[in-house]
Each structure stands twice: as C-alpha cells, then as structure tokens.
C-alpha cells in the first residue's frame, strides 16, 4: 500500500509499511499508552490507511518526526514493536481492531511490516520516509497542511 503526502513545498509517494513502523514503535516507547495526542499529526494517517484522505499540519508533522528521529535513534529491529492495527493488516483482517497496543515484534513471533535482520537499526528502514517528509514540509508556514490520500483511493 502506498501514502501519497502532498504539500505547497512537494509531493512524495511513500510505502505504508515504513509509516507503520514508526507510528507503532512511537506509540510503544514514546507514548504513555495508545490514544495519546503527544504524536497527533502521525496518528491522523491511519484514517488515510482506511481510504479516508485528510490533512495534517506540516509543522505538526515535521516537529513529531524530529523528535520520533532523535528518540528512536538506538533502536534496533530486534526491539522494535508491532501494533495490533499493523498485525491486523498484515494479516489481510479488513476492519481495524476494537483495542489499541502494541507488542514487541520478537517476543510475539509477530512480523514487522518490514524485512531485516534483527541487528539492523531502526532508522534503516524509516530514513527514506522520515527524510521524504522533511523535505517537504521544510520551511512550511504554521498555515500549511499536508494532504495525505491511499494511492489508488478517490476521495468520497
């Protein structure tokens, strides 16, 4: 599955797996618990996941990715952790589970949504889209957003 974000600075085409895996190893270490608003801007993607486009704020977005960046900077696969909803797509359910969590990949025998060797470091397989979504929301205004649409959806 493919996320398309869109800003005033660009336009970029991004794999769901790699938003997958950081929004579920920020909601796991970051967060104090699923539902948290501390990550707002990443968490408003998963609707987009469902084939509902919608919009974050480029300084929200750009600002959460910085400090998911710097935060996760030690971790590795072998620790990195898995959401329900993640697994849930992964193994072709088509609703969103009713509870939120998250689990360490490993310790379940759950797959991440990414292929590595264990000792590889998370950022590895995060760079491209983190990098992709700096670029593009690189001196946004506090006014703009970046639309974000599932490839191949039409908007309702």
Not at 6 to 24: F, I, M, N, Q, V
Not at 42 to 51: I, K, P
Request: proline fraction near 5%.
């Amino acid at each position: 599955m493919q996320l398309i974000f869109k800003s005033p600075r660009g336009e970029t085409l991004l794999d769901w797996s790699e938003y997958a895996l950081l929004r579920d190893n920020v909601q796991h270490y970051l967060e104090s618990g699923p539902g948290q608003t501390a990550f707002a801007a990443l968490h408003a993607v998963e609707r987009v996941v469902d084939g509902v486009p919608g919009s974050v704020s480029a300084v929200g977005l750009r600002r959460e990715l910085q400090r998911a960046w710097s935060a996760l900077a030690d971790l590795k696969l072998a620790e990195s952790a898995v959401s329900l909803r993640t697994r849930a797509i992964l193994t072709g359910c088509d609703r969103p589970p009713a509870v939120r969590g998250t689990v360490i990949a490993r310790q379940t025998g759950w797959s991440l949504p990414v292929v590595g060797e264990d000792d590889q470091p998370l950022r590895a397989h995060i760079g491209s889209f983190v990098a992709a979504l700096l670029t593009i929301t690189e001196c946004a205004a506090t006014t703009d957003d970046v639309s974000v649409t599932r490839a191949g959806v039409s908007a309702p």
